[in-house]
């Protein structure tokens, strides 16, 4: 089948097919896909659709969708743009993080775990290694959110190696020979590195089905890291120590103390970080309850997003005064002075208009447009649902694995935590007076699987104990897990906090508050463990 196109739609078509090569384009009538043929290549003036095993009616049905018989015109609901410079600035940003999220976590490793850290700094660069190569044989296109998961990988792929070596850390410290503390360390460490890490696949999944398509390439590269952590942690990892203890090379590990055989009593001060926990959330939602009206962005609000570059800066309240003397109302307007944008929101369609606007009553301050997104009101409102809809079914799904492995308590434990982590973060960034958007329900989802990691953790080692231990009260039993499990939980959440840091800091404004959240959700984590 061949389609010809005029001046006007090979334009249009060639910047679509240009930007999607070997990605599918659907062909929709009345919300049925009629067809979803792969884009080979760029098309500007004609394509032609073969294979797909169609019957000469199936063809001729397709034909007739294509030719639009009725002329019904094409209207515009979402599109997302990007000017190349911003483009290019964004990437070397997100490289930058990687690189410095990269060393941070070489060194604390290598300093800590000695020559054990070393093998698991090995094992990340296999993870690295396997993860492009997996993005590459599927041709996943690399964006800023998908190296925003490479730096998330990097942070949470030492923790299975901590794991690991925490419990060989136990094992020697009783008098296990070095051969076999590393056996029982591995085995002991499995089920744990297992259960949380397909626990933070599944919203990642979840994220990759109901997610934008930024959204979804953070998912894809986070779930495809996950899976590289697995082998290079359980199979790479192992086969190197059995290596170095076959050559002789290891007659004894050496690792840093680090609050070593803690026994803080935590249940004791509940009295006081519940209550104060309680309030946190209590003004945070409150505070997002309150201010949801401007905090919504357009990807749920409708409207236009712009970022718009600047050389002189002009008063906020100028600027807004000039938009409203032209009937632009611009709300969440503001500057963001480290990389000279002025960012704001109008209504749908009023975009282009107001940059317009500020360019001929402002010819000093030098307006370009760098951004702008565009979100019509029904998509605006189906993104709503999808982001409620996808929260839910993360906290249902995870909550559910949990009681299949564990039991119905500890997924009741760990759910009243994961609401604890996520509202926090919701709460938090309301009170900071960030927009919310896909990426931040991205965030969310990122730290309910982190949030259940720690959990299920800690949840290993209290399943433990009541096996070997079953003469401690409730009490003793739950400290002793927590206590147990405390040092990994600090370096774990010490190297995602590195990663977090490097992006936050490194990645440029597209993932700041994408990070923020993330950064929020783990320290938030980190002050559940008392509760």
Request: charged content about 15%.
């Amino acid at each position: 089948m061949v389609i010809e196109f005029n001046e006007a739609g090979a334009k249009r078509f060639g910047e679509i097919t240009s930007n999607n090569i070997g990605k599918r384009l659907a062909i929709v009538l009345d919300g049925e896909v009629k067809s979803a043929p792969v884009i080979q290549t760029a098309i500007f003036k004609s394509a032609v659709i073969s294979g797909g095993n169609m019957s000469p009616k199936e063809a001729e049905d397709l034909a007739s969708v294509l030719e639009n018989p009725l002329e019904t015109p094409v209207k515009i609901l979402e599109e997302r743009g990007v000017d190349p410079s911003l483009g290019r600035d964004s990437i070397v940003s997100g490289i930058n993080a990687a690189l410095a999220a990269f060393a941070s976590v070489v060194l604390f490793m290598v300093f800590y775990y000695r020559l054990a850290g070393l093998v698991s700094i090995i094992a990340l660069l296999v993870n690295l290694l396997l993860l492009l190569g997996l993005l590459a044989q599927f041709h996943f296109t690399l964006t800023l959110p998908g190296i925003a998961g490479i730096i998330l990988t990097i942070g949470m792929a030492v923790d299975a190696n901590v794991l690991i070596y925490e419990r060989i850390r136990d094992e020697l410290e009783v008098g296990v020979p070095v051969r076999q503390a590393i056996f029982i360390g591995f085995n002991k460490a499995f089920s744990a590195i297992f259960d949380s890490n397909v626990s933070l696949i599944i919203p990642s999944v979840i994220l990759m089905e109901l997610g934008s398509g930024p959204l979804q390439g953070f998912a894809v590269t986070l779930v495809l890291g996950i899976v590289a952590n697995l082998f290079a942690a359980l199979v790479f990892s192992r086969n190197v120590f059995e290596w170095l203890l076959a050559w002789g090379m290891i007659k004894k590990l050496s690792m840093m103390k680090f609050l070593h055989k803690p026994n803080f009593d935590f249940i004791k001060f509940s009295w006081l970080t519940v209550p104060a926990a309680a309030v946190l959330l209590i003004v945070g939602m409150s505070t997002f309850f309150l201010r949801s009206g401007e905090l919504l962005g357009v990807d749920f609000a409708g409207g236009d997003s712009l970022t718009v570059a600047y050389k002189e800066m002009i008063p906020v309240a100028r600027v807004r005064q000039v938009l409203e003397e032209a009937k632009i109302h611009p709300s969440l307007l503001q500057y963001a002075k480290e990389s000279k944008q002025l960012i704001y929101q109008v209504r749908y369609g009023e975009g282009e208009k107001s940059v317009s606007v500020l360019k001929e009553k402002f010819p000093q301050a030098g307006f370009s447009l760098s951004r702008m997104d565009s979100v019509g009101p029904v998509v605006g409102e189906e993104l709503k649902n999808r982001a409620a809809l996808a929260l839910s079914l993360g906290l249902l799904a995870i909550l559910l694995y949990v009681s299949l492995r564990y039991e119905w308590s500890f997924a009741l434990a760990a759910g009243i935590g994961q609401l604890h982590d996520v509202l926090l973060a919701i709460g938090l960034m309301a009170i900071l007076g960030k927009e919310f958007d896909m990426y931040l329900i991205g965030a969310f989802l990122t730290i309910l699987g982190y949030s259940i990691n720690e959990k299920i953790v800690i949840s290993d080692r209290i399943r433990e104990t009541l096996k070997y231990k079953s003469s401690l009260t409730f009490k003793e039993i739950i400290n002793e897990g927590i206590n147990k499990t405390l040092a990994r939980t600090i370096m774990t959440g010490g190297t995602v906090v590195l990663a977090t840091v490097s992006m936050l800091i490194l990645g440029g404004p597209v993932i700041s508050v994408f990070s923020l959240a993330i950064l929020i959700g783990v320290l938030g984590e980190c002050f559940l463990l008392i509760l």
